[in-house]
């Protein structure tokens, strides 16, 4: 069974760091690709960053340069998010897609206080 899940939120104050894990049920690279999205309340979800599996990365413009995803050999993708501001307050998930299919985690929150 194919599963993602999250970790690492929390409550961070602005300008500050945070690392989110994404641990699967699997091999991380058995995955094609591998995603963080967030989402408010009232919002869509909105892709933050990806990494292929030749490890090209790509990430949104409101993140760039301060957040940085990466993986490990192992079955852990993470999201290392710096210089942390309050409108990135929001619940963090990672989505892994496998075989043509979109697998997501549970999601995890965070909180930048001002």
């Known amino acids: 069974q194919v599963q993602l899940a999250e970790s690492g939120g929390g409550l961070v104050q602005t300008g500050g760091s945070l690392r989110l894990s994404c641990t699967a049920s699997m091999s991380i690279f058995t995955f094609r690709a591998v995603a963080w999205y967030r989402q408010t309340p009232g919002n869509q979800r909105e892709f933050i960053a990806g990494i292929v599996g030749g490890g090209t990365t790509k990430y949104a413009d409101s993140v760039k340069g301060r957040f940085t995803i990466s993986r490990d050999i192992g079955k852990n993708a993470y999201l290392q998010m710096n210089s942390l501001k309050p409108e990135d307050t929001a619940v963090y998930y990672c989505?892994?897609?496998?075989?043509?299919?979109?697998?997501w985690g549970q999601g995890t929150l965070v909180t930048v206080s001002s």
């Open positions: 989505k892994g897609i496998y075989r043509s299919q979109d697998y």
